[in-house]
Each structure stands twice: as structure tokens, then as C-alpha cells.
């Protein structure tokens, strides 16, 4: 099983393990010694002390999981080097958040996202953004991270998926359960840096397989450095890069509780600002840590001298997303695979214990909370750790339905998204900029957002046995359908606002673009660093043209 790793690999892996544990005891120590009264704002939200290069690391390192290590490097071999503008645009995304968002979440107080939707608009919302989130979650993050955890256990150990999945979530689930956020953020940090050096060491080696940039240039397929594609391709055309992706952006990075939740916990609002651009330097990374080396496995998997070979489905067709474990073994020296295995297992890990986290934080403070008020702070902690146990059972058995839905793990966690972000992404857009929405347009517009996107999700389960209309429905391209849900959106709850109608919300003034609404405090080196990193992305879209 371990006939690929020296003892010195093994050695570093258990290290990177020991370590992790050491971090989730001392803060269950730590939070143990503090006043019960904070127990569940310790737990959930670590106490609202975090710094800025806390959250800005936290942001990365949760963020990057399964659809990068697994499904993003699996993009880069499979020809898709267009998945990587869903990093880079996260970074402006991240801007958005810090300089729009935040300010309004931060001045009103609240635990999760759903709250401020019911200070907006009322209870009917919050409770919807909770179970829909939860539904999310399961069907996004944490079933396709355990399923990745299952094959980077199969790719490098060789043990059964199964028992590769069942095992990613057993270290996890342990260490999120006994320490709550603070834990999170700072086993994040950890992760944050073991997967850098581990991703910086696989490009340099891969690299120097193939004789540097040019030979990678040279063997690798044509177009397969590009993030540019015509608007008629099946995965990422230009125009749903520019048109559908930042809707997804703006309901995964600006409204959901998943990622928010680490920037509710910093000290100040200057401290969530300068964790977000941080973060979004950060998230310029993954097109060289994941991508990039995608189209290295593929540039060494063909031609003379050929030294990976991809595995194929059951279906007969190849399987790129094993392209990162793959590498690792082929190109990497001693010692440098146990860093890259931990830097996998660590990516894993780290966006498993914050879905964990933030799903056991809507159902207690938006749910449970709300049926029992009189809920003890140690009752409600308890709460929190049971529903993480549940959710690790419903991720599971969410796994083989996932399998239906066709493309790369990648692909496959973007298209169910985008049948889920847009309705969200709309209410929350434009209730903060407008006080003339109401709670009423509000609820049409989710429930009709959703049934919209569950007909597709539906559809394209049972797609084999469609045809004409149905089928044609099926085949938008996920980006595409998601601007064109938005548009429905956008429209419904603008016409679904009588003007006669009072606005609703309790603390509307607070938390709209109206008189009292918070001041958007600046700072000369944010507005610097916005601009630098404004920059940067405007440089990678040409660089890859």
C-alpha cells in the first residue's frame, strides 16, 4: 500500500497530522477556560478577535479543497485551462466583499448570513437561506470533498475509496467537532502553508521534467494554456466567464455563510477588509499551484518517454482528475511527496472542517436557536457538534448521485451551483441597494429561482432520456443558465415590488444604501493594494490570452 513512500514521506505526513491535532487541543483547552457566556460566539465565530492575515489565510485555505486538488488540476489535464478564470475572478469577488459587503454585515452584529436576510427582510427568508444553504453545502462541498478524499486515498495509498472517504472525514470531523472556528481559522493557516510549499515544490519538479516553461509549451496540446475559449464551448466560453461566473462570485464569496463567516470573525471592520484582499492575492495562486500543473501530468502522460499514465472510468472514458496525486508520485524526490500528500490531505481537510463549521452554525444559531430560545450557550455548542456528525452521513449519501451529473468534479461543483446562487445573489444584491424591495418580492423570487433551478438540476440527472425542448434545456451551458436565471430573478423581484408596499425589514435603514446606512470607511493602503490587485488580475488575462 505505501510501496511508493519512503519512511521519510510517512514521516512528514504524521508530523503534519500531529501537528493539526495539537492546534484543535490547545484551543479546546483554551475555550474550555473561557466564560461559558461566550461559548457559542467563541465557538462560531472564535470569539470576533481575529486578525487580518488570519482571515485573509482562512479564506484561502478553506476555499481550496477538493475542486481544486482534485478537480481543478484535473481541468488543466483535461484541456479545460479556462476553469482557472473562477480563481482569478474570486479575487475581485473578494473586493466586492470587503469594500460592499462588509461594512453592512459587520455594523449589524449578526452570527450568519440568513439572520441578516431576516433583519432585511423577514423570518420567511432567514429560514429559507438556512435550509437552502444546508441542502448546499451537502450537495457541493461536502459530498464532492469526500469523494476527492476518497480518490487521493486511492491514488496515492491505494486504499479503497470508500474507506479513503470515510477516513478524510473521521480526521476531520474530529478535530472541527472538539474546537470549533477558532480551531478552523488556525489549522487553516497551517494548511495554508504546507499547501503552497507543497504545490510550489510539484510545479518546480514537474517543470523540470519536461526541460522548463518552453518544453512544457511545446509538448503540451495547443490551446491548453488559454483562458480565453470561443462562446460556443461546452465548458467555459468567454461569455459565460464574464456574464455567469460573477454571479456564482457574488452568492459563493459575498453571501454565503461558508466563506462570510471568517470575515464576521475579525477584530474590525479594517481587519475584513485587509483579510479579503489578502485573500484575493491568494486566490491568484491556484492557476499555478493546481492548473498549471494539470497540463504538466497531461504534457508527461503523452508522447516518447511518457512516465504518468491516467487511469480510466467505468465508462471507458480517461480520468484526468486523478492528475495531482499522479504527478506527485511520478516527478517528486523523497521527502518532498510526504510534503505534497500532506499539503492534499491538508487542502481536504481544511475545506471539509469549515463547511462542517459554518452548516452546524446556520442550523444551530438560524434553526434551533429560533425553536429554543432559552437554549443554553453550552447546549447550543452541543447542538452544533450532533449536526456535524449528521452532515458527514447526508455527504455521503449524496456521493453516487453526484456521480449522474456529467463532467469533472470541477465542472460538476460549478454547474449544481449555478442552479442555486442566482436567486440568492439577487436578493441580497439588491436589497442592500435598494430600500424598495420588499419581503414579498423577495419570497417569489427564491421560490422561483429555485423551482427553475431544481427542473434543471432534475433534467440533467435523467438527461439520457430526454429529448427535443427538455433537451436543448439541458444543454445551456451552466454559466449561461446561471446569467439567464439571474436576468429572471432580477426582473421577478423587481416586479413583484409594489411601491405602495412599506419596506419591511427591522433594521432596513441600517442595512440598505439609505440615510443611515454605514459609513465605507477607506484607508491609502487598501485602496493601493485594491488597485495593485485589480492589476494583477487584469495582467494574468492578458499573460494567458
Known sequence: ???????????????????????????????????????????????????????????????????????????????????????????????????????????????????????????????????????????????????????????????????????????????????????????????????????????????????????????????SLSLWRDMNDKDFPWTGILLGAPILGVWYWCTDQFIVQRVLAAKNLDHARKGTIFGGFLKLLPLFLFVIPGVIALALSTGDGAIIEFPLKTNGDVDYDAALPLLSLAVLPSGFKGLVIAGLLAALMSSLSSVFNSCSTLFTMDIYQKINPEASQKRLVYVGQIVTVILVVLGLAWIPLMQVIKGGLFQKLQSIQAYIAPPIAAVFLFGILSKKITAKAAKITLLTGAVIGVSRLALEIGQDHLSGPLLAFTEINFLHFAFFLFVVCSIVLRVASNPKEAPTGSDIDLITYSRGSVNIQKSKINLVLTILLIFSVLTLWYVFK
Not at 486504499?159 to 477558532?182: E, H, P, Q, S
Open 1 to 223: 500500500m505505501f510501496a511508493k513512500l519512503s519512511a521519510l514521506d510517512l514521516t512528514v505526513i504524521g508530523i503534519y497530522f500531529l501537528a493539526v491535532f495539537g492546534i484543535a487541543l490547545f484551543f479546546y483547552i483554551q475555550r474550555k477556560r473561557r466564560a461559558k457566556s461566550r461559548g457559542a460566539e467563541s465557538y462560531f465565530l472564535g470569539g470576533r478577535n481575529l486578525g487580518w492575515w488570519v482571515v485573509g489565510a482562512s479564506l484561502f485555505a478553506s476555499n481550496i479543497g477538493s475542486e481544486h486538488l482534485i478537480g481543478l488540476a484535473g481541468a488543466g489535464a483535461k484541456g479545460d485551462f479556462a476553469a482557472g478564470h473562477m480563481e482569478i475572478l474570486a479575487a475581485l469577488m473578494l473586493l466586492l466583499l470587503g469594500w460592499f459587503f462588509v461594512p453592512f454585515y459587520m455594523k449589524s452584529g449578526v452570527f450568519t448570513m440568513p439572520e441578516f436576510l431576516e433583519r432585511r427582510y423577514n423570518t420567511w427568508a432567514r429560514n429559507y437561506l438556512s435550509w437552502i444553504s444546508i441542502a448546499a453545502y451537502v450537495m457541493t462541498k461536502i459530498s464532492v470533498t469526500i469523494a476527492a478524499g476518497g480518490i487521493v486515498f486511492t491514488a496515492l495509498l491505494g486504499i479503497d475509496f470508500w474507506t479513503g472517504a470515510i477516513l478524510i472525514v473521521l480526521f476531520t470531523g474530529i478535530y472541527t467537532v472538539i474546537g470549533g472556528l477558532k480551531v478552523v481559522v488556525y489549522t487553516d493557516f497551517l494548511q495554508m502553508i504546507v499547501l503552497i510549499g507543497g504545490s510550489i515544490a510539484l510545479t518546480y519538479y514537474g517543470l523540470e521534467a519536461l526541460n522548463g516553461w518552453e518544453g512544457l509549451t511545446q509538448k503540451a496540446p495547443e490551446g
